[in-house]
């Protein structure tokens, strides 16, 4: 895993760092030439077919660390977009308003789409901050959001 950490690294330019209790191997392979942001695309998949999280910290630092099911969290297509710029723009103002969301690519290469997958620990409270953040950053009407889980207790005020 260092090995592939350290590859991916430094061909797409980002600081990755592998937390100390993340082990194993990886293996990525294209028949195709990858760009750079396609490179770091794959390593993220790969990382999540493998119960890893790649966390986006500050500027252009990534940690890959052991998902824990105490911070476990859901995950939602909000919206898709043509264009990936525009998806990361949306991305970035869920982020400004302390949201957690991610752009990913589809795995088909006929489908062109970005999805805007909005991510939200696995509890009301959770749910809660996600739906808050999706409406500070002002996109109620831009970004779809899931109903409240049936197994998430509504809380009354």
């Known amino acids: ?5 350290r590859l991916v690294s430094q061909y797409s330019g980002k600081k990755i760092r592998l937390a100390q209790e993340v082990q194993g191997t ?3 392979a294209s028949t195709d030439p ?3 942001d396609e490179v770091f695309t794959l390593f993220q998949k790969s990382l999540q077919e493998r119960g890893l999280l790649l966390v986006h910290g500050d500027g252009n ?3 890959v660390s052991a998902a824990r099911s105490e911070t476990a969290k859901r995950r939602y297509v909000g919206a898709i977009f043509a ?4 998806a990361q723009a949306i ?3 869920l982020r400004a308003a302390d949201g957690e969301a991610e752009v990913l690519a589809s795995d088909d290469p006929a489908e062109q789409g970005f999805s805007v997958v909005l991510l939200y620990r696995d509890s009301t409270e959770g749910y809660q901050a996600m739906i808050s953040a999706v409406e500070r950053a002002g996109l109620n009407n831009l970004i779809a959001t899931p109903t409240l889980p049936a197994a998430f207790p509504v809380q009354e005020k």
């Open 83 to 86: 264009f990936e710029q525009r």
């Open 1 to 5: 895993m260092p090995d592939a950490v």
């Open 91 to 93: 991305v970035s103002r």
């Open 34 to 36: 990858l760009s750079s």
């Open 61 to 63: 630092a990534y940690q």
């Open 26 to 28: 990886i293996s990525l």
